[in-house]
């Protein structure tokens, strides 16, 4: 995975017969990393990363393998971001893949990464040593940073990048291919059957990129445009999603008093209290209720796949699922 800087992707018939849209977990997890080891306030993800920082430090997961596999700068190897096989691959879809990523594959990856950025930690160099293991450890420590910082907003992230993702159907639609290419990022321009990237630091040809092209729309790649490309892979380019300005803004208040005619007072009270996920204990806090009452209302609230729940630690996070949020946003409306 890398940031651009200038280049040239020729396109046959075939190649924009096979351009795809498809959203990543995976291109979330590492710029999302970066994200948090940055220090400077960001302005548009400061709500995200003020409630997630102190979680991720306090699971540890701000240092060992994440820290090394995604470095503060510099190159991220590209076997972290598996060609998604179709317009959704799940989280555990994307980690299977990386964990079936060849020996040969991973330790390629690393030698750029060590040529480029200095030298191994002490966990990358075990993964080049014995990559099968290595997978294993690291898409373990992967696995239980989405459980704690993206999972529980994955809801409100995805209806980004779905969204994102029906605009510029609707624009190939209405206007063709070379409008959607021309419309991606400034840094990316389509010119007699050419994909021209203004800015980047290595050649790209079909040489050395797969067929077609796989565009994903990303919620924390920040302004710029990264790639990877992996042949036989087609290149795949993560662009900033569309309405990201507006993630974290405070949905409309809901009406308790609709809602808790047919919810119930208490549980309409906790979905309110999660606009942004938390635990039980905090839950309880906040709302006067018992600890005992808030788990079983959450519980009811889970078996109606109106909450989700999130492993954070020893406690666990529960958060709004994508149903709540359109039957809040219902409510709102018809206020």
Do not use: C, K
């Amino acid at each position: 995975m890398s940031a651009d800087m200038s280049a040239e992707l020729s396109f046959t018939v075939g190649d924009l017969a096979s351009m795809r849209f498809a959203v990543s977990p995976m291109w979330e997890v590492g710029p999302s990393l970066r994200l948090l080891a940055g220090r400077a306030a960001h302005p548009v993800h400061r709500p995200w990363v003020e409630q997630v920082r102190p979680r991720v430090a306090a699971a540890g997961l701000d240092r060992g393998w994440l820290a090394e596999i995604v470095p503060p700068a510099g190159y991220v190897p590209d076997f972290i971001n598996p060609a998604p096989a179709g317009p959704a691959p799940t989280l555990a879809e994307e980690l299977a893949a990386i964990r079936a990523t060849p020996a040969e594959r991973v330790r390629r990856d690393l030698d750029r990464m060590r040529n480029g950025n200095g030298e191994l930690g002490p966990r990358l160099r075990a993964l080049y040593a014995d990559p099968a293991t290595g997978l294993v450890r690291l898409t373990e420590a992967l696995d239980a940073y989405w459980d704690l910082a993206l999972a529980p907003y994955w809801a409100r992230i995805r209806a980004v990048l779905d969204a994102d993702v029906l605009h510029r159907a609707r624009r190939a639609a209405e206007h063709g291919a070379a409008s959607v290419l021309n419309d991606l990022h400034a840094e990316v321009r389509w010119t007699e059957g050419a994909l021209r990237l203004d800015r980047r630091p290595s050649p790209m040809s079909r040489r050395t990129a797969g067929a077609g092209l796989l565009l994903i729309p990303s919620a924390f790649t920040g302004p710029s445009l990264f790639t990877r490309v992996a042949p036989p892979d087609p290149p795949q380019f993560a662009y900033p999603a569309r309405g990201i300005g507006t993630l974290w803004a405070a949905r409309p208040a809901a009406s308790s008093t609709a809602l808790a005619g047919v919810l119930g007072r208490s549980r309409t009270l906790l979905l309110l209290e999660l606009a942004a996920p938390a635990s039980t204990t905090e839950l309880a806090h906040r709302t006067g209720l018992s600890p005992s009452a808030v788990s079983q209302y959450l519980t009811a609230l889970r078996d109606a796949r109106l909450v989700s729940s999130h492993r954070a630690g020893r406690s666990v996070l529960y958060a709004r699922t994508a149903a709540a949020e359109v039957l809040l946003a219902a409510v709102a409306d018809g206020r």
